[in-house]
């Protein structure tokens, strides 16, 4: 069974920096696309970035030169490194483990990030 949990969401000011971690377990990682989405209270879930097992990656633009996501496939981690936060970041954020054979997805619990003076 595959399980997926994330770590390190927490409080940030504005401008400030945080890292979210994503491990997956009970599978090969490596067949994964892996993708950080997140939810704020009232609104529907979005993409917040993506990438594949090759290392290609997708940002929202909403994001885009702000947030990094990477991949380590030996340590089975996804991150997603944040910087230059702004309030509207604040959401919980979602690691999902997407197999593109089955359509399948594998979401994580979820982790809360607030951006705040």
């Known amino acids: 069974q595959v399980q997926v949990v994330e770590s390190g969401g927490g409080t940030a000011q504005p401008g400030g920096s945080l890292r979210l971690s994503c491990a997956v377990s009970?599978?090969?990682?490596?067949?994964?696309?892996m993708g950080w989405y997140r939810q704020a209270p009232g609104k529907q879930r979005e993409l917040v970035a993506q990438?594949?097992?090759?290392?290609?990656?997708y940002s929202a633009n909403s994001v885009k030169g702000r947030f990094t996501i990477s991949r380590d496939n030996a340590k089975r981690t996804v991150y997603l490194q944040m910087s230059s936060l702004k309030p509207e970041d604040t959401a919980v954020y979602y690691c999902?483990?997407?197999?593109?054979?089955?359509?399948?997805?594998?979401w994580g619990q979820g982790t809360q990030v607030t951006v705040s003076s």
């Open positions: 009970g599978s090969e990682f490596s067949i994964y696309v």
């Open positions: 999902d483990a997407y197999r593109n054979l089955t359509a399948s997805h594998h």
């Open positions: 990438i594949g097992s090759s290392g290609r990656a």
